[in-house]
């Protein structure tokens, strides 16, 4: 089957549209002994800090109806020890790498991107402005006027690639991915986990220490679609990598049509270690059976029923 | 499609049930046909376990080994693990029949080192459903089995095993027959008194410690409190102990950061480890309780 599934992102271009979302896949090496990561569009570590982080205390994930709800706080040793301990092994792996960061203010995430300015080998930068756990970064992907700006200071300091990981859990998505794309961004992440909590009503406590967390997993996959066709509705030249549940090539395909260009596997693999690998070995047979050649000639189009 | 699933994912694959028998009130033993896994895992490892059919429940469930089946040329075959039923992953595994298929990946975790070095006696402290890896231990250190790649033993064996297992009450005793014929020496200590001493099963060790017993290690998994209590009495006497921890996990392979306990490192620092790749077997002076 010879199916092309390269993609272009902005800048951005991949060998395929399968990657694996920040803070599901550890800094990779974990992750060697399931599948070969090399096959892979591109893999994101871990969220890395300014500073580093404790995260929060212990429960820090809980399973709900198909779905898996975290507070683990950004839990990292920080951006110095990623690049001497992190990047020179990530770079051995022959596949693309996208270094996730988050900042407490736009200042840090100003001065991280010019720290990974001055390494080589990375593919692009996506921005975590979206962490559900973490205050700041909530507070900032919830305002578009402070994305833009944020996106338009790290494009000015970082040569690589820029890619604005935004959160759900605001009224309207279009209107952050909007500001995010004036900003500069090469393309959006749609999206990171939504607000959630689970209880113990025995006990009348919250199960995560964190009281509330970040919902992943199946459960999300209807949720996130619906985000990734609105923004592919309105913003048309936009490109968009979608999140959310993503486990099978089928889930893919929907995204892809959704108008994603790219996808990531999160939660999945912690259900599946070797997930994503599988995924992208079904993607050209169902690729080809919509009569297409490559993956560019399926994203974003999906017809509404309403015409 | 199989050429991806090549040696580079052997670690995850989907393996036939062989058996899945109740032993004990809520608890099973499931055999698992897996000759890669039986010739890798060793004692204090643990498998995930998917129960799963869709996805729901969604992630694995993390597993101790409780032993090896070998054929009879005494090539490993199969892996057993013991089970409590608990919650909604564990009732659905007790439900499975031999013959269906089950999604696992390992061998996860550090596992045992290997026994002391001046051999003499071992003391094993198992709370509950924590007694599931003692049977391997004690076969590997007493030198009846070998786990592995290890292959030969070095050093001296221990002489003797004693494993105090304590539990709420007599009918959720599993595997006492396995034990006695691995010959270790079993103490019981149950909460209600129905089988053995009325009380911790910590109490059983101090009594023989305070008779003059002198293990040269001491070993321990179950409950927070008793391994507390455990790493209490091993610092008073000043023995070398070993805890297996059995925080909750996600993924059970390093990459989530849910499993995260408080290490004391060598220089009196305190740092998060993840008890999935970086345990589960802690030195007991490490652990932070
Ligand atoms: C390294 C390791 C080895 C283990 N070995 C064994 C073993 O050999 N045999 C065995 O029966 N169990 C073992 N466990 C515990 C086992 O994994 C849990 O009992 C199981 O995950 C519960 O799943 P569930 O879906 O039935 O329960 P859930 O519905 O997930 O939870 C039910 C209850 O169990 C508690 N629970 C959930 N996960 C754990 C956990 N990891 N440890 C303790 N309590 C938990 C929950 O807080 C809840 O109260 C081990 C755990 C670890 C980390
Ligand atoms: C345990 C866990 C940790 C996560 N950590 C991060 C992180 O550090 N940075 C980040 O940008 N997203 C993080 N995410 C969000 C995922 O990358 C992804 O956006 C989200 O889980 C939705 O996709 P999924 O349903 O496929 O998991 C995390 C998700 C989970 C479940």
Same mark, same amino acid.
């Given at each position: 089957?010879?199916?092309?599934? =390269?993609?272009?992102?902005?800048?951005?271009?991949?060998?395929?549209?399968?990657?694996?979302?920040?803070?599901?896949?550890?800094?990779?090496?974990?992750?060697?002994?399931?599948?070969?990561?090399?096959?892979?569009?591109?893999?994101?570590?871990?969220?890395?800090?300014?500073?580093?982080?404790?995260?929060?205390?212990?429960?820090?994930?809980?399973?709900?109806? =198909?779905?898996?709800?975290?507070?683990?706080?950004?839990?990292?040793?920080?951006?110095? #020890?990623?690049?001497? #301990? #992190?990047?020179?092994?990530?770079?051995?792996?022959?596949?693309?790498?996208?270094?996730?960061?988050?900042?407490?203010?736009?200042?840090?995430?100003? =001065?991280?991107?010019?720290?990974?300015?001055?390494?080589?080998?990375?593919?692009?930068?996506?921005?975590?402005?979206?962490?559900?756990?973490? =205050? #700041?970064?909530?507070?900032?992907?919830?305002?578009?006027?402070?994305?833009?700006?944020?996106?338009?200071?790290?494009?000015?300091?970082?040569?690589?690639?820029?890619?604005?990981?935004?959160?759900?859990?605001?009224?309207?998505?279009?209107?952050?991915?909007?500001?995010?794309?004036?900003?500069?961004?090469?393309?959006?992440?749609?999206?990171?986990?939504?607000?959630?909590?689970?209880?113990?009503?025995?006990?009348?406590?919250?199960?995560?220490?964190?009281?509330?967390?970040?919902?992943?997993?199946?459960?999300?996959?209807?949720?996130?679609?619906?985000?990734?066709?609105?923004?592919?509705?309105?913003?048309?030249?936009?490109?968009?990598?979608?999140?959310?549940?993503?486990?099978?090539?089928?889930?893919?395909?929907?995204?892809?049509?959704?108008?994603?260009?790219?996808?990531?596997?999160?939660?999945?693999?912690?259900?599946?270690?070797?997930?994503?690998?599988?995924?992208?070995?079904?993607?050209?047979?169902?690729?080809?059976?919509?009569?297409?050649?490559?993956?560019?000639?399926?994203?974003?189009?999906?017809?509404?029923?309403?015409? | $499609?199989?050429?991806?699933?090549?040696?580079?994912?052997?670690?995850?694959? @989907?393996?036939?049930?062989?058996?899945? *028998?109740?032993?004990?009130?809520? @608890?099973?033993?499931?055999?698992?046909?897996?000759?890669?896994?039986?010739? &890798?895992?060793?004692?204090?490892?643990?498998?995930?376990?998917?129960?799963?059919?869709?996805?729901?429940?969604?992630?694995?469930?993390?597993?101790?080994?409780?032993?090896? !089946?070998?054929?009879?040329?005494?090539? +490993?075959?199969?892996?057993?693990?013991?089970?409590?039923?608990?919650?909604?992953? @564990?009732?659905?595994?007790?439900?499975?029949?031999?013959?269906?298929?089950? +999604?696992?990946?390992?061998?996860?975790?550090?596992?045992?080192?290997?026994?002391?070095?001046?051999?003499?006696? !071992?003391?094993?402290?198992?709370?509950?459903?924590?007694?599931?890896?003692?049977?391997?231990?004690?076969?590997?250190?007493?030198?009846?089995?070998?786990?592995?790649?290890?292959?030969?033993?070095?050093?001296?064996?221990?002489?003797?095993?004693?494993?105090?297992?304590?539990?709420?009450?007599?009918?959720?005793?599993?595997?006492?027959?396995?034990?006695?014929?691995?010959?270790?020496?079993?103490?019981?200590?149950?909460?209600?008194?129905?089988?053995?001493?009325?009380?911790?099963?910590?109490?059983?060790?101090?009594?023989?410690? &305070?008779?003059?017993? %002198?293990?040269?290690?001491? !070993?321990?998994?179950?409950?927070?409190? $008793?391994?507390?209590?455990?790493?209490?009495?091993?610092? &008073?006497?000043?023995?070398?102990?070993?805890?297996?921890? *059995?925080?909750? $996990?996600?993924?059970?392979?390093?990459?989530?950061?849910?499993? !995260?306990? +408080?290490?004391?490192?060598?220089?009196?620092?305190?740092?998060?480890? %993840?008890?999935?790749?970086?345990?589960?077997?802690?030195?007991?002076?490490?652990?932070?309780?």
């Amino acid at each position: 089957m010879n199916v092309d599934l =390269s993609v272009r992102l902005g800048r951005l271009t991949l060998n395929n549209p399968v990657l694996v979302a920040s803070g599901t896949f550890g800094y990779v090496r974990e992750m060697t002994r399931f599948l070969d990561v090399s096959r892979l569009g591109g893999v994101i570590p871990k969220t890395v800090t300014a500073q580093p982080r404790a995260g929060n205390p212990t429960p820090r994930t809980v399973e709900t109806a =198909s779905g898996l709800l975290n507070a683990i706080g950004l839990d990292n040793d920080g951006i110095d #020890h990623f690049l001497q #301990h #992190h990047l020179p092994y990530l770079r051995t792996l022959g596949t693309p790498i996208i270094a996730n960061i988050a900042g407490e203010n736009e200042d840090q995430f100003v =001065s991280m991107a010019a720290q990974l300015a001055a390494e080589t080998g990375l593919a692009a930068v996506e921005l975590n402005v979206s962490c559900p756990n973490v =205050s #700041h970064g909530l507070d900032m992907g919830i305002d578009p006027t402070a994305v833009e700006r944020l996106v338009g200071r790290v494009r000015e300091a970082c040569p690589y690639p820029i890619i604005a990981k935004l959160t759900p859990n605001v009224t309207d998505i279009v209107t952050i991915a909007r500001a995010a794309a004036s900003g500069g961004a090469d393309a959006v992440s749609l999206v990171n986990t939504f607000r959630g909590m689970a209880i113990d009503w025995r006990k009348r406590r919250p199960i995560l220490a964190n009281d509330v967390g970040g919902l992943s997993g199946p459960a999300i996959k209807p949720l996130a679609l619906r985000m990734v066709w609105e923004v592919a509705r309105a913003l048309p030249k936009c490109p968009i990598i979608g999140i959310g549940g993503i486990w099978t090539a089928d889930d893919a395909m929907e995204f892809l049509v959704a108008g994603a260009s790219a996808i990531q596997v999160g939660t999945a693999t912690f259900a599946d270690p070797g997930a994503s690998a599988r995924l992208l070995d079904s993607l050209p047979e169902k690729i080809a059976s919509l009569g297409a050649g490559s993956v560019r000639e399926i994203v974003g189009t999906l017809r509404s029923n309403r015409g | $499609m199989s050429e991806a699933l090549a040696p580079a994912c052997a670690a995850q694959r @989907t393996v036939t049930i062989l058996a899945n *028998e109740p032993v004990a009130k809520d @608890t099973y033993k499931i055999t698992l046909d897996d000759p890669m896994l039986a010739s &890798q895992i060793t004692p204090g490892q643990f498998v995930m376990v998917r129960a799963g059919l869709g996805n729901d429940p969604l992630l694995g469930r993390p597993f101790a080994l409780f032993d090896v !089946v070998r054929d009879s040329t005494g090539t +490993p075959v199969a892996v057993e693990l013991v089970y409590l039923v608990l919650g909604r992953g @564990t009732a659905e595994l007790s439900r499975k029949r031999a013959g269906e298929p089950l +999604p696992i990946w390992g061998p996860l975790g550090n596992g045992f080192s290997g026994p002391p070095v001046d051999g003499g006696d !071992v003391g094993f402290v198992a709370g509950g459903i924590g007694f599931t890896p003692f049977l391997a231990l004690g076969k590997w250190w007493r030198g009846t089995a070998s786990y592995g790649a290890q292959g030969q033993h070095t050093g001296s064996l221990v002489s003797l095993a004693r494993l105090y297992y304590g539990a709420r009450s007599a009918n959720l005793f599993a595997g006492l027959n396995d034990f006695a014929h691995a010959g270790l020496d079993v103490r019981t200590a149950t909460d209600d008194g129905s089988l053995g001493h009325h009380g911790f099963v910590t109490d059983l060790l101090k009594a023989d410690l &305070q008779a003059g017993w %002198r293990p040269s290690k001491l !070993v321990g998994c179950g409950p927070a409190p $008793m391994l507390k209590v455990l790493a209490g009495i091993a610092h &008073q006497y000043q023995i070398p102990c070993d805890l297996s921890l *059995e925080n909750h $996990m996600a993924c059970g392979f390093g990459a989530c950061f849910s499993c !995260v306990t +408080p290490i004391r490192e060598p220089d009196g620092t305190t740092d998060l480890k %993840r008890v999935c790749v970086e345990g589960p077997v802690f030195d007991s002076r490490c652990v932070v309780f």
